[in-house]
DNA sequence: CGCATATATTCGCATAACCGGTTGGACGAA
DNA sequence: TTCGTCCAACCGGTTATGCGAATATATGCG
């Protein structure tokens, strides 16, 4: 019954919920995405991500210096039974409604062809700033 | 979302998964067929079953100096599909029910009127073995 | 009252989880 | 090849969680 926790506990942190939710509700997201959405450090994100792809929830697909993550078809029946209803409830969820918002907000701003929002360039321009 | 990671949290502990699980399968549990049936200390029997309490997943029915445990029904509708989907996938799990036979072999050995597996006396005479 | 039992809670410690900052590898454009 | 960007992984520090032992509280019996 271990990995029955062990799953739960892959569950039990808001940053992976949000991160299950945006791909809930697109096909594919690149970690900048990720991290410009949910306005959280890059370390945090790909962080995030490792541990949903260890618990086999999610993929990468690499593109270039690009990794586009997705859900992955759940293994267990347990799994599969667990995240819909997560899907449910949070579609019912303001805050999570609030995170699609931005989400949108994002992608339609973004810059194409890369966000530089992580680059050693920017923070050290960031940093210029003080 | 805080919330919903923090259902999860609660969920994502191996001892905690055994004790509703022994829940779902019996009405009214006290504390010590629970750390019995389990095999833990009753220090950790005790502390998970508060968790689960302030959860609101369990409620507790005093009777003299038995507190006897029972499941309560969920208050949001997360929570009733979340567990209504882990009880399904451990009635398939062979280690719940593993679980369900030592709970019947202690319920059917279990001392009339009290176990006296942890009081002091006991403790002491642990002790003097050595 | 004095003592045994059932349960809750506190305490000190070990470990696990999370975090931001930083580093380093991969890749592509110039 | 050098530079800039994307990402993963490492580093140290902080916080959260879990544990057993000990202690506290409550009950009830004689």
Redesign the pocket.
């Known amino acids: 019954m271990k990995d029955i926790a062990?799953f739960f506990?892959v569950l039990?942190?808001?940053?992976?919920l949000r991160m299950l939710w945006l791909l809930f509700n697109n096909q594919e997201l690149?970690?900048?995405?990720i991290?410009e959405t949910l306005d959280?450090?890059?370390?945090?994100?790909?962080?995030?991500?490792?541990?949903l792809?260890h618990a086999g929830l999610v993929t990468?697909r690499?593109?270039?210096?690009?990794?586009?993550?997705s859900l992955r078809p759940a293994e267990s029946e347990l799994a599969r039974a667990q995240l819909e209803a997560l899907r449910a409830s949070l579609a019912t969820h303001p805050g999570a409604r609030a995170v699609l918002g931005d989400l949108k907000t994002w992608l339609r701003s973004k810059p194409r062809g890369?966000?530089?929002?992580?680059?050693?360039?920017?923070?050290e321009a960031l940093v210029q700033e003080r």
Chains 1, 2 share one sequence.
């Open positions: 062990q506990k039990a942190d808001e940053a992976r690149c970690v900048c995405d991290m959280i450090t890059q370390s945090k994100a790909s962080r995030h991500l490792a541990t792809r990468d690499k593109v270039g210096a690009w990794s586009y993550y890369g966000c530089a929002a992580n680059s050693r360039t920017t923070r």
